[in-house]
């Protein structure tokens, strides 16, 4: 027996139920009337051992006082684990993940996260709920703000980034925070894009598409994991054995601690599947979940549930055994006060702020562009337009941390220190004809539209992701003018907007992209820097074609618009606004057909593939490259296309540059019926790009030959 699972055991037999239930029981911090978070009315049951873990406490000097409570007053002296939603940052705030998706930057990923865990674990906290790894196909769902769009392979990378920035190589560090992956799993198919309600999906879907993240997050390893609020085929997740046991701990080998989603276990009455909090208690224990986010069940359902047999103590030391194990690979025991003890150096603070612009810059997507960009250093007068162009606070997205409008650059003032030599006319666009007379007045308008932050986010599903009707009025007003427009979109979904396109000269999708959002704006505008995004998910042209996405599988009847019975509308077109990959940047790239190492593989080989990249315009660039694959004929339907690789490359004008990729035959295989990965002869079909539209990928072949 190793010295930690010694210390554990011992730390077990010395523990009474009270105490033992409450390693299983995270409360909240209580909020005051100012929106600050306190401790103080219970530091008397943290004493007492009946809380194990806090949520929502802020502020080096409050973490402080619990965790003290905690180790220096209560019996056992086990220390508090404290827990926070950092997901894009905590002071220092990072572009929104689905933005940050958009770079296709694994090492920029990791190196946010990172920032994110140095900022975080200053001020004490020593988890955090992210990587959120639902695979999103539905702009409807507030959340996929949150996601990293509609790929599963590109989301099992940004878990693998995201893990590695927030834990490092030792979670017993200092400046470590424990990664939370979550929502386990398929919480982004919710009906109707509606947040919390149920879903209803295949299981090979469940195989191909929801599982993959979190089995490279589990990987990666990754200390925690959340089950989704949602049923799955009628088993809500926080009760779901078969999946979060079955699947997630015998399956993928999974050893870490299952927490809760807020309030989840008591709402398993709500669900209709237990009658109590004793039978929701049990049920959410015995499926695998570890720790009670706020609601109590455990506390108040645990010993009941053990007196009438619904659980076993046995099953209760398991579960404190993982909390305990992860308390003590966090390093809390030994140095309970380490997180919290030293104040960020203002260097790290410089290097976090450059990072968020860095990061800012290469999430921006520039989805049109009509030659107005980038604007010309002669510029002399500017428009700035929009009640979004001033609005610092909502630059930080729904999940703001510990982040201050104060301390955020607006597109305004981006604007303002990009272009010194011109004259900036600023209206909010509340009042039409104020705003028509700084645009008659400019060279150029830049209009800021889209959502605010509170219009994204969790609980904010809306039926029609629509650019706001006032603001398409004040949009449609400047329109008229004649004068060149480019439009910033913020938001944290795509927004259909099929008539904005058809007008704005340029458009950019901006996300919500943090603490430098105007600097780093500033810079895409003037040329000092080009665009570097492209789109993680399909952009709708209507709302009418959500969830629409390039994996699809192949129909009988592929749309054919000479044969009236195929799939298509009658109404709108299949395909969407702007494909999965879409994203513009201020030179232009031609590609070569790729070339594969061999013409045929065999299990265990590895297949090479290169294809030539050119910079035909007159400046440098950087182009995002995508590797997907097509398996025409299988035993089972496979998708339209399938990413298994991407990559970023770089050329001066006039240079040719060749992207490498390696694809080991695993990347041929897909699921079988009971999830291990089949292998199967074949035909593949190879082909890179620069994103999901038909039209522009080259192709060439390669021969799966197995024993079978």
Request: charged share 20%.
């Amino acid at each position: 027996m190793t010295e930690d699972a010694a210390r554990i055991e011992g730390l077990l037999r010395a523990m009474t139920l009270e105490e033992k239930v409450g390693q299983l029981t995270m409360i909240r911090a209580d909020f005051d009337a100012a929106g600050s978070t306190l401790l103080a009315p219970k530091l008397a049951d943290i004493a007492a051992g009946r809380a194990g873990s806090v949520l929502d406490l802020r502020g080096a000097s409050a973490i402080l006082m619990g965790q003290k409570a905690a180790v220096e007053n209560s019996r056992l002296k086990i220390p508090l684990l404290f827990t926070l939603d950092v997901l894009h940052g905590y002071r220092t705030i990072f572009p929104v993940p689905l933005g940050e998706a958009a770079a296709f930057d694994p090492d920029l990923w990791t190196r946010t996260a990172r920032a994110a865990a140095v900022e975080a674990a200053a001020d004490g906290i020593a988890l955090t709920y992210a990587p959120m790894l639902d695979v999103a196909r539905d702009p409807r769902w507030g959340r996929i703000v949150e996601s990293a769009g509609e790929d599963p392979f590109v989301t099992a990378r940004f878990a693998e980034a995201k893990v590695k920035g927030f834990q490092t190589d030792d979670l017993a560090r200092s400046d470590a925070v424990a990664a939370t992956a979550k929502h386990f799993a398929g919480y982004a198919a919710v009906n109707a894009g509606r947040e919390y309600a149920s879903a209803d999906f295949s299981q090979r879907t469940l195989e191909e598409v929801y599982l993959p993240p979190f089995a490279a997050s589990v990987n990666a390893g990754v200390a925690a994991i959340m089950p989704a609020f949602i049923e799955l085929a009628g088993v809500p997740l926080t009760a779901h054995r078969a999946l979060l046991t079955g699947v997630l701990r015998e399956r993928f080998g999974f050893d870490g601690v299952l927490i809760s989603d807020f309030f989840a276990v008591a709402e398993l009455i709500r669900h209709g599947v237990a009658a109590d909090a004793a039978e929701a208690a049990a049920l959410a224990l015995n499926a695998g979940v570890d720790i009670d986010m706020a609601s109590g069940t455990y506390t108040e359902g645990l010993p009941d549930a053990l007196g009438r047999g619904l659980v076993r103590i046995e099953t209760i030391d398991a579960a404190v055994r993982r909390v305990l194990a992860l308390k003590l690979a966090l390093g809390l025991f030994e140095k309970p006060y380490a997180r919290g003890e030293g104040a960020l150096a203002p260097a790290t603070i410089k290097a976090h702020r450059a990072l968020s612009r860095e990061a800012a810059r290469q999430s921006v997507v520039l989805l049109q562009n009509n030659g107005a960009l980038p604007l010309p250093a002669q510029t002399s007068r500017l428009a700035v337009i929009g009640p979004l162009a001033d609005a610092p606070g909502e630059m930080l997205g729904p999940w703001r941390a510990a982040g201050e409008a104060s301390e955020t650059v607006s597109f305004l003032a981006g604007v303002e220190t990009a272009f010194p030599q011109a004259t900036v006319f600023h209206a909010n666009g509340g009042d039409i004809p104020a705003a028509l007379e700084a645009a008659r007045a400019s060279d150029a308008v830049l209009l800021f539209l889209g959502e605010t932050a509170n219009m994204s986010g969790e609980a904010n599903s809306r039926a029609r992701p629509v650019i706001p009707e006032a603001q398409r009025a004040l949009a449609e007003a400047v329109f008229a003018l004649g004068k060149p427009v480019i439009v910033t979109l913020t938001s944290g979904r795509p927004l259909v907007a099929p008539w904005l396109f058809e007008k704005a000269h340029a458009v950019l999708a901006a996300w919500f992209l943090g603490s430098e959002a105007g600097n780093a704006l500033g810079d895409i505008l003037s040329g000092a820097a080009a665009p570097g995004g492209k789109l993680p998910l399909s952009w709708p042209f209507d709302a009418g074609q959500i969830p629409v996405y390039y994996g699809e599988r192949p129909t009988g009847r592929p749309a054919d618009p000479e044969n009236h019975d195929t799939s298509k509308y009658l109404d709108v077109p299949n395909a969407p606004q702007f494909p999965f990959g879409h994203g513009l940047t201020y030179t232009r790239f031609d590609y070569t057909e790729p070339r594969a190492s061999v013409a045929t593989l065999r299990p265990g080989e590895i297949l090479t593939v290169e294809v030539d990249i050119a910079n035909i315009g007159d400046v440098a660039g950087e182009e995002i490259v995508y590797l997907f694959i097509r398996d025409p004929l299988a035993s089972v339907t496979r998708p339209l296309l399938e990413l298994k690789a991407f990559t970023r490359i770089k050329a001066l004008p006039g240079e040719r540059v060749t992207a490498h990729f390696r694809l080991a035959t695993d990347a041929f295989s897909f699921p079988d019926a009971d999830g291990k990965p089949r292998l199967e002869s074949g035909e593949i079909e190879i082909l890179t790009g620069p994103g999901a539209a038909p039209s522009l990928l080259k192709r060439c072949r390669v021969h799966i030959l197995t024993n079978e």
